[in-house]
């Protein structure tokens, strides 16, 4: 019987030492090499992610000096004037609430999916149906912004729609959902857009979690006398609490840097003189702005103006997805 030897204190015993990871301790070439490649990209990531935060910076920089008015309050934007005067307010309002929006919506149909393809569909049936969801992925994203204009816009968002007539009646006394003429073109629409675009990653990374609950939890969960429900409420949700939020921070991460679908919806016509917070009026995300103006990129000061834009953008999207990277973590120690 051979002898076995303690792990190092603070090892896990089921984990490979360390210096096996890091390529030390080894004499073979292929692992020492393999370790170095391994941390050279990660680096290379690392390098590659504040390079581009300290360009954007670097451009936006002068522009940013010179802006005459407040950058993160006012909803101005004229880069062209002498002094230029822009502000994100407004965009970054449009942004969120699209995306968050978004999320609300699609959040618990991906985790309904992500049940019934787990825990009730048959085998024979789960798999293709899995597919079927993963494929709406693959869809480019200009599909999404014409159907979704010309097709689901009119059903689901234009002024005698159903559902916006029910929202606007029963929530029409709050800002966020007060009765507006603008009949295509607004926000709710474009958050219904995203939502459907960012189905398939909640649900992909929601099932993935669920299908790792223990069955051990299961099984003990049934022979306790709990329905199917009670089992997934008690012993899946809360193994698979971290990971859906993970998976929804990924999803809302997706939906505030989406440009093509979100430039075909939204629309900002001459009409649309005033700022509103509800869902149902118009305006322009960060994404949307940078791609209607790119023309307009003929000049040091107007280019460092959307590209100050762009750099906001990139902070919120940076944070949420290290929101993201954080459950994941938490995640993996539980």
């Known amino acids: ?69 407040n950058f993160l309050t006012s909803r101005v934007w004229q880069p062209a004037g002498e002094p230029p005067r822009f502000g994100i307010a407004a965009l970054l309002w449009t942004t969120v609430l699209s995306a968050a929006f978004a999320l609300l919506l699609a959040v618990p149909v991906s985790v309904g999916v992500a049940l019934f393809l787990t825990h009730y569909a048959p085998r024979r049936l789960a798999r293709p149906l899995a597919y079927l969801v993963d494929l709406l992925a693959a869809v480019p994203s200009i599909i999404y912004g014409l159907w ?67 069955v051990a939890n299961i099984e003990a969960a049934l022979a306790l006398g709990a329905t199917r429900w009670e089992t997934i409420r ?28 979100v430039t075909i919806i939204l629309s900002q016509p001459s009409s649309l003189d005033r700022f509103k917070l509800s869902i149902f009026y118009g305006g322009e995300t960060f994404a949307s702005k940078i791609a209607n103006n790119a023309s307009e990129f003929s000049t040091p000061q107007k280019t460092g103006a959307y590209i100050a834009a762009g750099l906001v953008l990139f902070l919120v999207t940076f944070a949420v997805n290290a929101v993201a990277r954080v459950f994941i973590t938490r995640r993996g120690e539980v």
């Open 234 to 261: 008690v012993s899946v949700l809360p193994f698979g609490r971290p990971g859906v939020i993970s998976a929804s921070m990924l999803g809302l991460g997706r939906a505030l840097g989406e440009t093509i679908a």
């Open 1 to 69: 019987m051979s002898a076995t030897t303690a792990p190092p204190p603070g090892q896990p015993a089921g984990d490979p030492p360390a210096s096996l990871l890091s390529g030390t301790g080894t004499s073979r070439t292929g692992d020492r090499l393999f370790a170095a490649a391994t941390r050279g990209s990660s680096a290379l990531v690392v390098v590659l992610v504040a390079l581009t935060g300290a360009f954007l910076l670097w451009k936006a920089l002068p522009a940013l000096q010179k802006d005459d008015v």
């Open 148 to 214: 979704g204009a010309y097709v689901l816009g009119p059903v689901i968002a234009g002024v005698d729609s159903p559902p916006r007539k029910a929202l606007e009646t029963v929530l029409g006394w709050v800002p966020l959902f007060e009765k507006t003429g603008v009949a295509r073109g607004n926000v709710f629409l474009a958050s219904v857009v995203l939502a459907i675009m960012i189905l398939p990653i909640i649900t992909a990374i929601s099932r993935e979690v669920f299908e790792q609950v223990p």
